[in-house]
């Protein structure tokens, strides 16, 4: 049994993992400023699944499982003498960072969202890292990054679980050998906050003997785990808007709504996927498996297939009996990649991947029509754009090109 520290812990990623790791027998301590419920507010959008406040879920999970969660709202960027002293009152084996602002679309939506999310982003990653330095603990600290820190230029290379071996020719001829973080290529802000945080993950390690893993995650698909489906007011969030609505996800309301599912682009855009329960899965095997104090990072990729984004669209479109449309592409990014991605760690560890051909996507199906009643239309629709020539009276948002019929 382990003291947890979940920052972040009420999001999408961090709310289940704080129920699965609880189930496990952990003590578990939630640190979160709730900060995406604010967003939503400011969006003027909601999960599609009725979300009850973080004391109703803490009393729910006690009142089916008989655990007790902690909770403390503190702000990890910004109350530096708070945070500290609930490391020192918590004393965690281990702190698993979720706290950061997860949308690329967001973090491109103006200037205050950028500069929202690098100001939350980077100081909550330094300031956690530099107050367990000064108290000279030796917490395991999980970090849960994104493959989208590498980018998507369509070279397929198979990415490495971080690092790459690179020969540096000296100027006596000699070659030294060299393993080097893998070059990123971030293609928003969100995911350039996810390349720093490597920069600053790599200098802890070293400097300060930080034991430290960087889990970079693919896109989530699905929406329930076994924790989360114990009663309704533990269920997890379903984000569906153009910000933060994951492509499955917007593609299933789009289908629920008898809307064509709108690809961007030529949707040749190949992506990394893993279900919510493999995530959970996931972060308990990196809890249960820490690195050694050898002032090197443990970097693992956490996804478990690749997908183009036209062929998930005609596989939704098929189980749904929905129309595909391509619309003008709101990012600046490749129209076609392919994507190797290693996962050899996570395999090794005993990880069964769940894809999307062992039939869940019909749970997340029904979740979407369940709660229909509660959907913004109005939301959907993705309205971020990337650069000034991608903005409104240039492209039009959602303006559809083409439209196939995927029956």
Not at 84 to 108: C, V, W
Not at 179 to 190: A, C, E, F, K, Q
Not at 200 to 215: G, S
Request: aromatic share 6%; glycine share 8%; net charge negative.
């Amino acid at each position: 049994m382990k003291n947890i520290m979940i920052i972040g812990g009420d999001g999408f990623c961090g709310w289940p993992t704080s129920l699965h790791l609880s189930a496990q027998g952990h003590n578990v301590t939630i640190v979160d400023n709730l900060s995406r419920r604010r967003i939503d507010e400011d969006l003027g959008a909601e999960s599609l699944t009725p979300i009850t406040s973080i004391e109703e879920r803490i009393l729910a999970w006690k009142e089916v499982s008989g655990n007790t969660i902690t909770f403390s709202n503190v702000d990890v960027a910004k109350d530096i003498e708070g945070f500290a002293n609930l490391i020192k009152t918590t004393k965690p084996d281990t702190i698993i960072h979720f706290g950061e602002q997860r949308a690329a679309p967001y973090s491109m939506r103006g200037l205050q969202e950028k500069l929202y999310t690098v100001d939350n982003n980077i100081n909550g990653t330094h300031n956690m890292l530099a107050i367990i330095a000064d108290q000279g603990i030796d917490p395991h600290v999980v970090h849960l990054g994104t493959m989208g820190v590498y980018g998507y230029d369509g070279d397929g290379l198979e990415i490495p679980e971080g690092y790459l071996s690179v020969m540096v020719p000296g100027d006596d001829g000699e070659v030294f050998k060299r393993d080097i973080l893998y070059p990123t290529n971030p293609g928003s802000v969100y995911h350039m906050t996810k390349s720093m945080d490597q920069l600053l993950f790599q200098f802890y390690a070293k400097n300060n003997a930080l034991r430290i893993t960087d889990l970079h995650q693919g896109i989530v698909w699905g929406t329930q785990t076994d924790e989360t489906r114990m009663d309704e007011r533990l269920i997890n969030r379903f984000d569906y808007d153009g910000d933060y609505g994951t492509v499955l996800n917007r593609f299933l309301m789009q289908a629920a709504m008898g809307h064509p599912l709108t690809v961007h682009g030529t949707g040749g855009q190949t992506r990394a996927f893993i279900h919510i329960n493999d995530t959970v899965r996931c972060l308990a095997l990196a809890v249960e498996n820490p690195p050694e104090k050898d002032g090197k990072v443990k970097i693992l990729n956490q996804m478990t297939e690749t997908h183009r984004v036209r062929d998930l669209a005609h596989l939704i479109a098929r189980t749904a009996g929905a129309d595909v449309a391509f619309v003008d592409n709101p990012r600046k990014e490749a129209a076609e990649n392919d994507l190797r991605v290693s996962n050899k760690t996570f395999i090794d560890l005993g990880l069964e991947p769940t894809t999307l051909a062992d039939g869940l996507l019909s749970e997340t199906v029904e979740i979407a029509s369940k709660y229909i009643h509660r959907a913004r239309k109005d939301t959907v629709a993705c309205v971020s754009t990337w650069t000034d020539a991608q903005k409104p009276g240039v492209i039009h948002h959602e303006a559809i090109l083409r439209v196939h019929d995927a029956a």
